[in-house]
């Protein structure tokens, strides 16, 4: 089975202050895919990043970097120097190599809501 | 480039009225569909997905049912709404037969009264 686990139901924090939330994996298989996507007030999904279990690279954008580490099974999220507009919920996901021909579903957390506050 | 269309924005029910919600997709073909709900308490729940025109998979049981009549179409629909279909329903595509990244639309907010 697949699952995805964000432990983390809500974080605040003022702005400028750096702020990780963490992500655990399940999943049996050996090729995977992870995502992040941000969910703002106004309710869309916005799609983050992408990341294949070949590739353990952290990744940088921006004010964004994520932290993949599959001897953990975690794929961390850090903010740095968080402003206002971050506010928002984020939602890790999987999507199993083995199911993409079933049309690649996803699997989501269940969010973790981060406030920033001025 | 490509865009996803979902409508209505929100919609008032009543209890055991009929549904239908839309989506398109624009600027891509034979794209995979997807519905989600959204419940108070966050969680994104998969209702069903199309990797095809007239290809629907169920993921969980329940008095909806989803149609794909054209290739970048795909409706979600119910005969009687109940007081639990209330949510956010999200409508999503992503490029054929690979793992996403899914592309969501703007969400469509269901009160059930």
């Known amino acids: 089975a697949q699952k995805v686990t964000q432990a983390q139901t809500e974080i605040s924090v003022v702005e400028k202050e750096d702020v990780t939330l963490d992500c655990v994996y399940e999943?049996?298989?050996?090729?995977?895919?992870l995502f992040w996507y941000k969910q703002p007030p106004s309710g869309e999904l916005v799609f983050l990043i992408r990341r294949n279990s070949f590739d353990e690279q952290n990744e940088i954008s921006g004010r964004y970097s994520w932290n993949f580490q599959k001897s953990t099974s975690s794929f961390n999220f850090t903010i740095t120097a968080s402003q206002v507009v971050d506010s928002a919920v984020y939602f890790c996901?999987?999507?199993?190599?083995?199911?993409?021909?079933?049309?690649?579903?996803?699997?989501f957390g269940q969010g973790t809501e981060l406030s920033v506050k001025p | 480039s490509q865009t996803i269309h979902q409508w209505p924005a929100t919609l008032v029910q009543p209890v055991g009225s009929p549904l239908s919600l839309e989506c398109t997709v624009e600027?891509?073909?034979?794209?995979?569909l997807y519905w989600y709900r959204q419940a108070a308490g966050r969680g994104l729940q998969l209702l069903f997905y199309?990797?095809?025109?007239?290809?629907i998979s169920s993921e969980v049981p329940q008095n909806l049912s989803a149609s794909r009549p054209q290739d970048r179409q795909f409706i979600l629909s119910s005969k009687k709404l109940l007081l639990s279909d209330s949510g956010f329903y999200l409508c999503?595509?992503?490029?054929?037969?690979?793992?996403?990244?899914?592309?969501f639309g703007d969400g469509t907010r269901l009160s059930i009264l």
């Open positions: 999943t049996r298989d050996t090729t995977y895919y």
């Open positions: 999503a595509w992503s490029g054929g037969p690979s793992a996403g990244p899914q592309h």
């Open positions: 199309s990797v095809g025109i007239g290809q």
């Open positions: 996901a999987l999507s199993g190599y083995m199911i993409y021909n079933q049309g690649g579903k996803l699997i």
């Open positions: 600027g891509t073909s034979n794209p995979n």
